[in-house]
């Protein structure tokens, strides 16, 4: 079963930056859309964003845009999102998950189409 694996999280500044990681050890990622969701202490997950599997398409909600970019590196086996400008309310657990393909698009859906969720990694943004 396809798993994938969050990296990179930890403790940044407010007005840092940090660079999370999506792979899977065991399938290739280049098939799969991936998005990106987060969850905060007390709140429910919320998305992110989207990037389809050909990395030509782009999906952020509009509350993400501006400070959060989404990339992959297929040869690399593995789907980024770069968080700018951090903010003490992007405290959260990150995770990955693969979605839904529609004609070449991203679309996010509430749970994972392959797979289930993982760990997610902690972001925590602090003085």
């Known amino acids: 079963q396809l798993q994938l694996v969050e990296s990179g999280g930890g403790l940044v500044q407010p007005g840092g930056s940090l660079r999370l990681s999506c792979t899977a050890s065991?399938?290739?990622?280049?098939?799969?859309?991936i998005a990106w969701f987060r969850q905060a202490p007390g709140k429910e997950r919320e998305g992110i964003g989207c990037?389809?599997?050909?990395?030509?398409?782009?999906y952020y909600h509009d509350s993400m845009k501006g400070r959060f970019t989404i990339s992959r590196d297929n040869a690399k086996n593995t789907v980024y999102l770069q968080m700018n400008s951090l903010k003490p309310e992007d405290t959260a657990v990150y995770y990955c998950?693969?979605?839904?393909?529609?004609?070449?698009?991203?679309?996010?859906?509430?749970?994972?189409?392959?797979?289930?969720w993982g760990k997610g990694t902690l972001v925590t943004v602090s003085s």
């Open positions: 990037i389809s599997s050909n990395d030509r398409f782009t």
């Open positions: 998950a693969v979605q839904k393909d529609v004609q070449g698009m991203c679309i996010m859906t509430r749970d994972p189409m392959v797979g289930s």
């Open positions: 065991s399938a290739t990622l280049r098939s799969y859309p």
